[in-house]
Nanobody, 123 residues
C-alpha cells in the first residue's frame, strides 16, 4: 500500500510558474513509475507527465512538452512537476499517481493516487 500527498498548487498569472510536489509513504517508492494527471472542470482526467522508477526516462503530453518538467528524488520519496509558462488551459486539479507500469497513459493502470492539488491560472 502506498499513500501519496500532493501539494504546491495555487493561483498564478498566465506566463508564471508553479512547482508541484508529491510525497509518498508506505510501499517501496523506487518500485514505481510516477505520473502526473490533471482534470479540468467538465473534462476527463488527462495524462500530463511520467517518470521511470530510476528517473532516467520521462514522457510528456504534447500540450505541456517544453514547459513542464517532471523529476523525482527517491531518497526523499517524492516527485515534482515544475510548470513554467503556464496558460489558462493548464488550470485543473493535478494528481500524482503511482504505477508498476511504464509508460502507460491509461489511468486504470495507476495503482495509487494522491488527493489532488488545485492549479488556477488567471489570464
Amino acid at each position: 500500500q502506498m499513500q501519496l500527498v500532493d501539494s504546491g498548487g495555487g493561483l498564478v498569472q498566465a506566463g508564471g510558474s508553479l512547482r508541484l510536489s508529491c510525497a509518498a509513504s508506505g510501499d517501496t517508492f523506487s518500485d514505481y513509475a510516477m505520473y502526473w494527471i490533471r482534470q479540468a472542470p467538465g473534462k476527463e482526467r488527462e495524462f500530463v507527465a511520467s517518470i521511470t522508477w530510476n528517473g532516467r526516462g520521462s514522457d510528456y503530453a504534447d500540450s505541456v512538452k517544453g514547459r513542464f518538467t517532471i523529476s523525482r528524488d527517491n531518497a526523499k520519496n517524492a516527485i515534482y512537476l515544475q510548470m513554467n509558462s503556464l496558460k489558462p488551459e493548464d488550470a485543473a486539479i493535478y494528481y500524482c499517481a503511482a504505477s508498476k507500469s511504464w509508460p502507460t497513459r491509461r489511468t486504470e493502470d495507476y495503482q495509487y493516487w494522491g488527493q489532488g492539488t488545485q492549479v488556477t491560472v488567471s489570464s
